[in-house]
């Protein structure tokens, strides 16, 4: 460890401001670029899964009425 | 070898054998970036001239090197979608553009950061930053580009272009510091020759590359699956795959 203690630590002898920033900006675009894929999936999943049951049904009703 | 490239070619293929790369690549990359960024913030040595703002080199040095490789691979992705019009290929392409200018945005404002504490300034006007900044605009013009037309053939085809006469920049921003003179200091870390810095320091930076180059994989891997499922939900593979959910 190379600070005494933890408000030591969080000021960093006066750079803490630059460093901190630079730490939580780049975690707050790292963790934008992995979760924007994942949120896009699953909405792809959500519609396309309603889209294929609605494909169903009409497929169903259609064939019905071949069979009458 | 071609039957390997043929298949990297195939959407399904490739969607499937990543999905098993997934877990493994997340594990390396998480573990790498926490041991990391702890090892940087808080064990590292200060440095005696610097103080405790060197310490964002952890960030600033990786990124800087995974937006450079990352616009490598666009501009090779880029050669390959132009001659041999592989799918797969220009989904890279796609979405290494998003990614790198993330990271590059990342490498310009930590620079700009680190930069007030030591030289007293955020931002000059010399050849290496000037030379990252005008990567960070191809990035962002490679994504407009694609965005500005209608069908995906004539904006890959486009973008494709674009990619391969940006990449000058890249030896441009490598040897910015020893072709002009620069308030930027010279890499630190060499291949050839011994590195200048402390083991004590120098560790937990080759940790953070790493594990910045982990993530380049992984982010790579999660956009372009995710493209794939879009440009593909017309195929059976793809129906399946939602008929499972």
């Avoid at chain 2, 080199?57 to 490789?69: D, G, K, L, Q, R």
């Avoid at chain 2, 930069?115 to 050849?127: N, Q, R």
């Avoid at chain 2, 920049?169 to 072709?179: F, G, T």
């Avoid at chain 2, 910045?212 to 493209?227: G, I, Q, V």
């Amino acid at each position: 460890m190379q600070f005494d203690s933890f408000s030591d630590f969080l000021t960093m002898g006066g750079h803490g401001v630059y460093v901190w920033t630079v730490y939580g900006i780049a975690l707050l675009v790292l963790s934008a670029l992995v979760i924007t894929p994942l949120r896009r999936d699953r909405r792809f999943f959500v519609e396309q899964s309603m889209l294929l049951r609605r494909d169903r049904t009409v497929d169903r009703k259609t064939t019905d009425i071949d069979s009458e | 070898m071609w039957t390997f490239f043929h298949k990297m070619g195939s959407p399904r293929w490739y969607y499937q054998i990543s999905g098993q790369w997934l877990p493994w690549i997340a594990f390396v990359t998480v573990s790498l970036l926490v041991v990391g960024s702890i090892w940087g913030l808080a064990i590292a040595p200060m440095d005696f001239r610097q103080g405790n703002s060197y310490r964002i080199i952890y960030i600033h040095v990786p990124s800087v090197f995974v937006a450079m490789s990352g616009y490598m691979v666009m501009a090779i992705a880029a050669a390959i979608t132009l001659i041999w019009k592989m799918k797969l290929a220009e989904v890279v392409m796609k979405c290494c553009a998003p990614i790198g200018a993330g990271m590059t945005f990342i490498a310009l404002l930590s620079g700009s950061l680190w930069g007030k504490p030591t030289w007293g300034t955020y931002w000059v006007w010399d050849a290496r930053l000037t030379s990252v900044l005008i990567l960070f605009f191809l990035y962002l013009g490679v994504i407009a580009l694609y965005e500005a037309f209608e069908d995906n053939i004539s904006a890959s085809k486009a973008c494709a272009i674009l990619s391969l006469v940006g990449s000058v920049n890249i030896p441009i921003i490598h040897w910015s510091v020893e072709w002009w003179n620069s308030l930027h200091q010279p890499a630190t870390l060499k291949l050839t020759e011994e590195s200048t810095m402390h083991p004590d320091m120098l560790y937990p930076l080759l940790i953070m590359i790493a594990g910045l180059y982990c993530l380049f994989a992984l982010l790579l891997l999660l956009h372009t699956r995710s493209e794939i499922l879009v440009r593909e939900r017309g195929t059976k593979w793809v129906k399946e795959l939602i008929a499972a959910k």
